[in-house]
C-alpha cells in the first residue's frame, strides 16, 4: 500500500459539486430571498434546516434496516449490506442532533421553551439515544458477521420508532406543529416560496446524505480491507512460527 | 471407511489473529486422533471449529457431512466439546451440574448417577457446590456431563491435565469403549506420553498448521 | 456403561430447522398491529400534551385539582397586563376560560393565535405560571398578507377554532 | 414440529430450575438488589419530602426503582453463563436457543415480579398510599404483564453483550430507551391504580393493554433473534 487512497471517484467529485451548489442556493434562499412569517417573522427560516435534517434521518434510518433486513434475509451474508447500514446510521445520528438542536433553538424563540415533554419531543430523543445504542453495539468487538447479525437486529427494531415519532403529531395533542407538507390528508400549508425553499432543502439535504453516505461505506470498506490484508500478512506470519 | 471431519485449507480468526493457518484434517469414524504441539499452535481452535464454534474465514470444511461454512450450527447436537473451561455453574451442586446438562439432552436421571460413579463424584462430593470442588474435581464433573452426551464426535481440550492417574485411566477406558460403540475421538495435549498409548493416530499442529503426522 | 451417540433428531426435522420460523414474525406483525391500535384509539387521551378549553372539568384527566394544560386561542383585545400580571382569554370551540399569568409569556405570544398553559383551574380562572405558544403547521408570508390583511381581526378570522 | 416443542419444553424448564436453584443457593437477589432497590426507594423519599409530591411520584419511583434493579438482575443472570464458560457449552451442545431465551425470561421474571413486591410494600409504607381493591387489582395485572415484557427484552438485550468487553456500560445504554414504554406504561397504569394526583382507575387499562403489545413483541423478537444475538 504505497498509493494514496482516496474515498473520491469522478461521479462523486460531480455529486459534491451539486451538493455544494444546492446547499449554498439554500442558503441564499433561506436567509434571504424568501419571506418573513405573519406570526413568527424570521424565525421561520430555522424550518429549512429543521424539516430536512429530520428527513435526511428518517431517510438514513429506513436505509439502515433495508440494508439490514437484506443482510438478514440474503443467504450470502454480504457485508456490505452491513456497512451501509452502519454508515447510513451513523449520518442519521448526526442528522436527528442537529434537528433536535435547530428545533429547539426555535421552538425558545416561538414556544417560549427550549424543550417540552410532548409526544413529539420524546420520542424523537428516544429515537436518538436508540440510534446511539445501535452504534455502540456496532463497536462491540468480536468478528465482522458477528457484528452484523448483532446490529441488524437492533437497526430492524429501532426502525419501528420512526412511524411514532413522524405520526405522533397526529395521535396526540402535541404543543410541536403537525406537518406541513407531509401530512397525509392536509393542503399544502406553506405560501408559495416558502414551500419552494422547503422543498429545496429537502433536495440539497438528501443530496448531501447521498455524498457522505458513499464516502463513509468506502471508507468503512478501506477499513474492514486493511483488516483483511493484514489478515493476508498474518496467516504467512503464522505459518512461519512452525518449527521454530 | 466413513469421513467425521474433513478440513481443507481452513483459516480461523481470533479477534484479527488467523489461530488456524490454512489447515488440513481428515478424520475417519472410530479413530483416536491426537493433536499435539507447542502453545498456541492453534489445537484448540482446530476442536473449537469442529465443534461448529468458531467461524471459517477461509477455506472448506464439514463435520458429520455438515457444511461449516454455512450451517455450522447444525453439527453441534452430535458433538461434545470439553474445552478449557469447564461449563460449570459454580453455585450449583455436582449432581445439579450433571442433571442440567443431563436435561439439555433428555438424558435419564440413570445415566446421570452412572456417568458420576464412573468419575468417582457421587457420594460425599454428589451434594457440593462446585466452587468448592478442586480442579481436578472440577474437571471430574465436567467429564461426567460430557459423558451424558453420548456425543457422535468427542472433541477434548487437555483431558488429562489436573486429573490424577486413576481419572486418566478411567477417562481413557471411556473413550475407548465410546470408540468401539461408534464415535469417534479428537483430544488436543501437549503432554503426549500417555495420550500416544491411546491415540490411533498422531498429529503435529504448530503455527496454525498441520506440521507432521504419524501412525 | 451405554456410549452409543445418541441418536438425534431424523434429517426431516433438521431441515425443518434450516427452514424460517414464521410464527414469531406474524405474532410480531400482529402485536405490533394491535400495537397502534391499543396507542391510537385507546391512548390518545393519555398521551396528549393539553386540554381543550371546552374539555376542562368535562373529559377524563382535565377534571378537579389536579395540574392541567389547557390549549385555546387568545382572544382578541382580551389581553390586560398590569404590575406584572397578565390576564387573557382563551377561546376553544366557543368556551372561553380566564388566565392568570405572572410574568411576560414568552415567544412570540399576542393576540389570536393557540398557546398552552400550564397551571389549574382556582375559582374558575386557571391560574398558570407557563405559557408555552403553540404555533400552528401554516406559513404565511408576511408582504403578502400586508394586502389581504392589514386589519388584526382578518388574522384572527384565519385562525382555526 | 412436535419434537422441537418438546425439547424447547424440556430445555425451557431446565434452565428455568437451573437458574432459580443458583439465586436460592447465592441470595444475590436477596442479600443484594433487594437492598440495592430498597436505598433507591429511601434516597428518593429523601430527596424529595415534600407535601403531596411524594405520593404523586410513588408509582414511577417504584418502576424505575425495578428497571434500576433489573440492570443488575440481567448482569448476574448473564454473568454466571460466562463464569466458566457454561453459555459457551450451551451453545456448543447445540442446546435449542429458544430453550435458553424462555428458561432465562422466566427466571427473571421470577425474580423481577419478586422484587416489584417488595417494592410495591415498601411504596405503601414510606409513601402513604393507599389503594382501592380495584386498584390492587390494577397494580398486580400491571406488574404482571410488565414484568413478562421486561424479562423478555432483558434477556434478549442480556444475551446480546455477553461474553463481550464493556457490556456493564453498554447494557444499559441499549436497555433503558428500550424499556421506556414499560416505564412509561406501568407508572401510568399504576397511577391510575394509586389515584395519584386525581387519576382515576378506569385511565390504566389502555396502558395495560400497550404493555401486553410490549411483552408480544419482544417475546416474539426474542424468540427470533436469542439464537443469532449470542452465536459467535
Known amino acids: 500500500m504505497t498509493t494514496t487512497q482516496s474515498t473520491a471517484t469522478p461521479t462523486t467529485q460531480k455529486l459534491g459539486i451539486a451538493t455544494a451548489t444546492a446547499v449554498i442556493f439554500l442558503v441564499l434562499s433561506g436567509l434571504i430571498f424568501s419571506a418573513e412569517d405573519v406570526v413568527q417573522g424570521s424565525t421561520v427560516r430555522m424550518m429549512y434546516v429543521h424539516v430536512p435534517s429530520i428527513w435526511v434521518a428518517y431517510l438514513a434510518f429506513g436505509l439502515t434496516a433495508l440494508c439490514s433486513a437484506v443482510y438478514v434475509s440474503n443467504r450470502s451474508r454480504s457485508l456490505i449490506w452491513d456497512r451501509f447500514a452502519g454508515a447510513s446510521a451513523e449520518i442519521g445520528v448526526l442528522f436527528v442532533a442537529i434537528s433536535l438542536v435547530t428545533g429547539s433553538l426555535w421552538g425558545r424563540l416561538t414556544w417560549g421553551t427550549f424543550w417540552v415533554w410532548d409526544a413529539r419531543l420524546t420520542s424523537t430523543a428516544f429515537l436518538f439515544i436508540t440510534y446511539i445504542g445501535y452504534l455502540a453495539v456496532r463497536r462491540l468487538g468480536g468478528t465482522f458477521s458477528q457484528r452484523a447479525r448483532r446490529s441488524a437486529i437492533m437497526a430492524l427494531l429501532a426502525v419501528l420508532e420512526i412511524p411514532l415519532v413522524h405520526f405522533s403529531v397526529n395521535l396526540w395533542r402535541t404543543l410541536h406543529q403537525k406537518a406541513s407538507i407531509a401530512d397525509p390528508n392536509a393542503k399544502v400549508q406553506l405560501d408559495g416560496f416558502m414551500l419552494f425553499t422547503l422543498f429545496w432543502g429537502l433536495i440539497s439535504f438528501s443530496m448531501l446524505f447521498a455524498w457522505l453516505l458513499i464516502h463513509r461505506q468506502r471508507l468503512m470498506a478501506l477499513e474492514d480491507a486493511v483488516q483483511d490484508q493484514g489478515l493476508d500478512r498474518a496467516i504467512q506470519e503464522r505459518r512461519t512460527e512452525a518449527g521454530r | 471407511m466413513e469421513t467425521v471431519v474433513e478440513l481443507s485449507g481452513v483459516v480461523a480468526v481470533l479477534s484479527n489473529f488467523p489461530a488456524l493457518a490454512g489447515i488440513d484434517l481428515v478424520v475417519h469414524r472410530g479413530e483416536i486422533v491426537l493433536l499435539h504441539g507447542p502453545n498456541g499452535a492453534g489445537k484448540t481452535s482446530v476442536l473449537r471449529v469442529c465443534a461448529g464454534l468458531l467461524p471459517i474465514e477461509r477455506g472448506e470444511g464439514s463435520v458429520m457431512g455438515v457444511n461449516l461454512r454455512t450451517h455450522r450450527e447444525s453439527v453441534r447436537e452430535q458433538v461434545g466439546l470439553l474445552g478449557h473451561s469447564n461449563g460449570l455453574y459454580l453455585e450449583l451442586t455436582v449432581t445439579q451440574n450433571v442433571s442440567f446438562w443431563a436435561s439439555t439432552v433428555g438424558a435419564t436421571a440413570q445415566e446421570v448417577a452412572l456417568a458420576m460413579q464412573r468419575m468417582k463424584i457421587d457420594g460425599r462430593l454428589a451434594h457440593v457446590k462446585a466452587s468448592q470442588l478442586s480442579a481436578g474435581q472440577r474437571r471430574r464433573c465436567a467429564l461426567a456431563s460430557l459423558i451424558v452426551r453420548r456425543a457422535s464426535l468427542w472433541l477434548l481440550d487437555e483431558p488429562h491435565a489436573g486429573l490424577d492417574t486413576a481419572g486418566q485411566d478411567e477417562l481413557d477406558a471411556i473413550l475407548q469403549s465410546a470408540v468401539s460403540s461408534g464415535a469417534t475421538v479428537v483430544l488436543a495435549s501437549h503432554e503426549t506420553q500417555r495420550s500416544r498409548l491411546l491415540a490411533t493416530r498422531v498429529i503435529k499442529v504448530d503455527g496454525g498448521l498441520i506440521s507432521g503426522s504419524e501412525s | 456403561m451405554d456410549l452409543t451417540p445418541r441418536p438425534i433428531a431424523d434429517a426431516e426435522s433438521r431441515a425443518q430447522k434450516q427452514r424460517r420460523r414464521w410464527a414469531p414474525m406474524i405474532i410480531v406483525a400482529l402485536a405490533l398491529v394491535a400495537g397502534g391500535v391499543v396507542v391510537s384509539q385507546f391512548l390518545t387521551s393519555a398521551i396528549d400534551y393539553y386540554c381543550n378549553v371546552d374539555e376542562v372539568g368535562v373529559r377524563d384527566g382535565c377534571v378537579g385539582q389536579r395540574r392541567i394544560r389547557v390549549q385555546g386561542i387568545v382572544v382578541e383585545n382580551s389581553l390586560k397586563q398590569t404590575s406584572g400580571v397578565s390576564e387573557f382569554s382563551l377561546v376553544f370551540n366557543d368556551k372561553t376560560l380566564r388566565v392568570r399569568y405572572q410574568g411576560d409569556p414568552g415567544g412570540v405570544f399576542q393576540e389570536c393565535i393557540p398557546v398552552v398553559a400550564h397551571g389549574r383551574v382556582v375559582d374558575g380562572v386557571f391560574d398558570s405560571d407557563r405559557i408555552e405558544v403553540k404555533h400552528t403547521n401554516q406559513y404565511v408570508e408576511k408582504n403578502k398578507t400586508r394586502f389581504e390583511a392589514t386589519k388584526e381581526t382578518a388574522a384572527c378570522s384565519q385562525l382555526p377554532g | ?232
Open chain 4, 1 to 232: 414440529m412436535t419434537s422441537r416443542m418438546q425439547t424447547v419444553r424440556r430445555v425451557s424448564l431446565a434452565v428455568v430450575r437451573k437458574d432459580l436453584r443458583i439465586e436460592w443457593s447465592s441470595k444475590v437477589l436477596l442479600n443484594q438488589v433487594a437492598p440495592f432497590s430498597l436505598v433507591i426507594m429511601i434516597m428518593f423519599a429523601f430527596a424529595l419530602d415534600n407535601e403531596g409530591i411524594l405520593q404523586r411520584v410513588a408509582p414511577g419511583l417504584v418502576w424505575l426503582a425495578t428497571l434500576f434493579s433489573m440492570l443488575v438482575i440481567v448482569q448476574r443472570s448473564f454473568a454466571v453463563e460466562t463464569a466458566d464458560g457454561a453459555l459457551d457449552a450451551l451453545r456448543v451442545a447445540g442446546t435449542e436457543p429458544l430453550g435458553i431465551f424462555i428458561g432465562k425470561s422466566l427466571a427473571l421474571m421470577v425474580q423481577l415480579l419478586a422484587l416489584e413486591l417488595m417494592l410495591l410494600a415498601i411504596a405503601l409504607v414510606l409513601y402513604a398510599v393507599e389503594p382501592t381493591a380495584m386498584g390492587y387489582a390494577e397494580t398486580f395485572a400491571t406488574m404482571l404483564i410488565a414484568t413478562i415484557g421486561l424479562g423478555f427484552v432483558g434477556t434478549l438485550y442480556g444475551g446480546l453483550g455477553a461474553g463481550a468487553r464493556g457490556r456493564e456500560t453498554l447494557l444499559p445504554l441499549l436497555l433503558l430507551p428500550a424499556v421506556a414504554p414499560v416505564l412509561i406504561g406501568a407508572t401510568r397504569a399504576t397511577e391510575a391504580a394509586f389515584g395519584s394526583g386525581g387519576a382515576q382507575s378506569s385511565e390504566g387499562w389502555p396502558w395495560i393493554g400497550l404493555l401486553a403489545v410490549f411483552a408480544g413483541v419482544f417475546g416474539a423478537v426474542g424468540a427470533l433473534a436469542f439464537g443469532p444475538m449470542i452465536e459467535e
